[in-house]
């Protein structure tokens, strides 16, 4: 049969409704799409609290921590020209050495106090914690592998003391976790003979052993960040994946689980065969930005970045372009501005301690949060012609709308094109509510705000637009005749 009949005969089907669709439109009813098993459970987003609350954040931590750092991103004086998170992978990195460095892993100096300190300093609503990263190191005592940090110098749980101590700051935690496991013997990529699918399936009862422990242990986790799922073996895992995304549900109802856990009846991963979102939200933003709202489809999304280029783990050097925090802050704001969260990354060392580069963006950041928050917290797309001066927010609650201004003009005139029959009820600025301005029409719907050019500014401003839609007829321009 070709490719050409093979694309019919599915769509007959499909049209038949042969097989399980499992989606429903909005309003609960069934479509017409290819039979999928173990696609998209659900069309549309979720809006109970804890997805609202998720939606709601703004900003986020990620971190990545295990043995790993103790390398820095070299061995025997040789620079690993990847991240340093995966340097096992590496040739010039024998696995059986860098399976022993568990044995040095001692964070002496680890506080989680004052890690979750400095997150919320920074205005961090929620992080994200390497639980296993692909060397398959276990930051937590696992009852089903002696390559945890029960078995290191250090012993004691390292997952359970940050848990508390976030939520303390009033920061929720997601864990992350990859399925990818380089030290596991069952472990593989491609599943090409009776002995491979043998021994994976022991590593499917061990990944899943392994996810619903951590579940069990720390219940008040509210998601899983999931990785190291692109391997032709795990693509094969339809049922088994999603038949254990039903067990987290049920250990943790409204838990949060992203796009990249499982794949359909086709293998594919993120968005399944008829482009519907499988998971809570789409994690396919990694180091990079949506350029419009149009490329969200919709969804609820996340981006994880890096400062370096691509360094998750700790490295000894910082190499190529290191962004400043207020490239970082511009990301962040343009992620709220299409409806995203900005969630990002930092590496601990060896000992449990920042680099003072982190320590440094901390602070920065978290000045700029402290005064212009209001900007970022439950605040969403705004469907108003973007401009070249840097990105609007809206308050999902209050309809405020917030101009980000990255890039001031030098007359420090401010264009603003509104929709419609829409009237400016009152703009200032954010950090001084008493700078009342006072917008200039130059044409029905387009208006400028004149910033002051004797003021300067040393980071992006934020001014609030108070707006009401009115029927009143504003003023009329005719345009100049020749």
């Known amino acids: 049969m070709s490719k050409k009949e093979v694309v019919l005969v599915v769509a007959m089907l499909a049209g038949l409704n042969f097989g399980k669709v499992m989606a429903q439109t909005p309003d609960n009813t069934p479509r017409s799409s290819i039979a999928l098993e173990h696609g998209s459970h659900r069309l549309g987003k979720r809006t109970d609290p804890m997805m609202e609350k998720w939606r709601n954040y703004g900003l986020g931590q990620f971190i990545h921590w295990g043995v790993y750092s103790i390398t820095a991103g070299k061995w025997e004086g040789k620079d690993y020209p990847g991240a340093s998170s995966w340097i096992r992978s590496w040739s010039e990195m024998p696995a059986e050495d860098y399976d022993q460095l568990y044995l040095q892993f001692d964070p002496e100096r680890f506080d989680p106090q004052s890690w979750a300190k400095q ?92 996810i619903l422990e951590l579940l069990e242990r720390y219940p008040n986790t509210k998601g899983l960040w999931f990785d190291g799922t692109w391997d032709a073996a795990w693509k094969e895992q339809a049922d ?35 482009g519907d ?109 973007k401009q070249d001066w840097g990105y609007y927010t809206k308050d ?21 094109k509104t929709p419609e029959k829409v009237h400016l009820d009152k703009v200032y600025e954010l950090k001084s509510p008493s700078k009342i301005f006072v917008p200039e029409e130059i044409h029905k719907d387009e208006y400028f705000v004149h910033y002051p050019v004797d003021q300067p500014g040393k980071s992006p401003i934020v001014i609030v637009i108070e707006s009401s839609k009115t029927q009143e007829e504003g003023k009329t321009y005719q345009r100049a005749k020749t």
């Open 240 to 274: 088994f994946a999603d038949k254990l995304e039903s067990e987290m549900r049920e250990m943790i109802p409204g838990i949060i689980i992203g796009s990249r856990f499982r794949p359909d009846d086709y293998g594919n991963r993120h968005f399944d065969s008829n």
């Open 396 to 416: 999902r609650e209050t309809g405020k709308i917030y101009m980000v201004v990255f890039n001031m003009p030098i007359n420090g005139a401010l264009r603003i």
């Open 119 to 210: 997150a919320k300093a920074m205005g961090a609503k929620y992080m994200i914690i390497t639980t296993k990263h692909h060397d398959g190191f276990c930051l937590w005592p696992s009852k089903f592998t002696e390559y945890d940090i029960a078995s290191t110098p250090y012993k004691k749980d390292l997952i359970g003391p940050m848990v508390e101590a976030y939520e303390a700051e009033g920061i929720d935690v997601y864990l992350y976790f990859s399925v990818m496991d380089w030290n596991h013997p069952g472990f593989r990529t491609d599943l090409k003979t009776a002995e491979d699918r043998e021994a994976y399936e022991e590593f499917k009862t061990f990944t899943r052993n392994q």
């Open 277 to 385: 979102l499988m998971g809570d939200y789409e994690q396919g933003w990694e180091r990079k930005l949506p350029e419009g709202i149009e490329d969200v489809k919709g969804n609820d999304w996340d981006c994880v970045m890096t400062v370096p280029e691509n360094q998750w783990g700790y490295h000894y050097d910082w190499k190529g372009h290191v962004k400043t925090s207020f490239e970082l802050v511009e990301m962040l704001v343009k992620s709220v501005s299409l409806n995203g969260n900005f969630v990002l990354n930092f590496g601990p060392d060896r000992y449990g301690e920042f680099r003072n580069e982190e320590r440094k963006l901390f602070k920065e950041i978290g000045d700029w949060m402290e005064i212009n928050q209001e900007a970022i917290y439950g605040c969403g797309y705004l469907d108003w012609e």
